[in-house]
């Protein structure tokens, strides 16, 4: 059974950080390119950051550039390590396998004060 979960999302203050994690299963994920994306409400889903699958190359989307860390260790799981939060980055978290098509089921980061 194919499996992407997400997990260390919450509520925060401005300014404050969390660590995302996306732990996969049932298909080749340690192989695999992850991206991550996120949807705030009434908001389409926009990427946030990727990841190639042996972690030598990392994309960010500009606003989130130099805050945000995505990495990878050598088991099943990526990161995203959230750093200097804002409001805007309110939303719900996904992980993607984009050669796959599969999406995890998300968590929420709220920043508030």
């Known amino acids: 059974q194919v499996q992407l979960v997400e997990s260390g999302g919450g509520s925060v203050q401005p300014g404050g950080s969390l660590r995302l994690s996306c732990a996969g299963s049932?298909?080749?994920?340690?192989?695999?390119?992850i991206s991550w994306f996120r949807q705030a409400p009434g908001m389409e889903r926009e990427f946030v950051a990727r990841?190639?699958?042996?972690?030598?190359?990392t994309n960010y989307a500009d606003s989130v550039k130099g805050r945000f860390t995505v990495s990878r260790d050598n088991a099943d799981t990526v990161y995203l390590q959230m750093n200097r939060l804002k409001f805007e980055d309110t939303a719900v978290y996904y992980c993607?396998?984009?050669?796959?098509?599969?999406w995890g089921q998300g968590t929420q980061v709220t920043v508030s004060s």
């Open positions: 049932g298909f080749s994920f340690r192989y695999s390119a």
């Open positions: 990841i190639s699958s042996t972690g030598g190359r």
């Open positions: 993607y396998a984009p050669e796959w098509g599969y």
